[in-house]
């Protein structure tokens, strides 16, 4: 079956543009997370969703980043007003159960570039 | 703090050599940890995790709590092993990476 799917793969956005990148989690899973790798970095916890509900949004870095899963599967981050910091890969992942025990299944990333 | 560490970013070794990918991490409660692999141009992927004790593509990791540690080891380095590493640590609800260590095997 298919994977994680993440689209845009890549976005250029001058600053102070608004920008939607969306997640299309694996069919059935409950989980799905978002981080923000920037260069030679590892992945930074943004948020988690449990079906549609966001029970955990503590790595958010600003009132800029907002995300949302409204009916509990596709998903979408959305950056107000870039900066150049936000500059970075956003991974999404997901995971079959509500549990956190379970394996991540990541997607290929989106590269944001703020210009 | 929750927090991980990877204090290698780059490690090179030799083609059948042993390799030992060091992670430390802070964590106040029962851990749970991970290490994930990603190879060139794959995406991130699970190699293994702490509770399941299991190797995996000759890798095996052991969590050792008094040194707080999760050393990631394979006695005989192979040329398909070249990739990233990231060790990770499971909080409440979110997730926490390390830096990551660049495995680099030499034929």
């Known amino acids: 079956g298919a994977g994680v799917s993440q689209s845009p793969r890549y976005k250029v956005a001058k600053r102070g543009q608004d920008v939607a990148l969306r997640c299309d989690p694996i069919?059935?899973?409950?989980?799905l997370f978002w981080y923000q790798q920037a260069l030679g970095q590892g992945p930074e916890f943004l948020t988690y969703f449990q079906n549609e509900a966001q029970l955990d949004k503590s790595g958010l870095p600003s009132d800029r980043f907002f995300a949302e899963r409204p009916e509990g599967s596709v998903s979408t981050l959305k950056i107000q007003r870039t900066q150049q910091e936000d500059s970075a890969v956003y991974l999404c992942?997901?995971?079959?159960?509500?549990?956190?025990?379970?394996?991540?299944?990541f997607g290929p990333g989106t590269r944001l570039t703020v210009t | 703090a929750q927090r991980v560490t990877q204090p290698e970013k780059l490690l090179s070794v030799f083609k059948g050599a042993p390799v030992e990918l060091k992670c430390n991490y802070s964590?106040?409660?029962?851990?749970?940890l991970f290490w994930y692999v990603q190879y060139s141009r794959q995406r991130l992927q699970l190699l293994l995790r702490h509770i399941s004790r299991e190797s995996i593509k000759g890798f095996t990791a052991d969590l050792n709590k008094g040194e707080t540690s999760f050393h990631l080891k394979k006695p005989f380095a192979q040329e398909e092993d070249s990739a990233m590493y990231y060790c990770a640590l499971r909080g409440t609800y979110k997730y926490i990476f390390g830096t990551g260590t660049r495995l680099k095997v030499l034929a």
């Open positions: 992942a997901s995971s079959g159960r509500g549990g956190l025990g379970y394996e991540q299944y």
């Open positions: 964590y106040s409660g029962s851990p749970e």
């Open positions: 069919s059935g899973h409950v989980s």
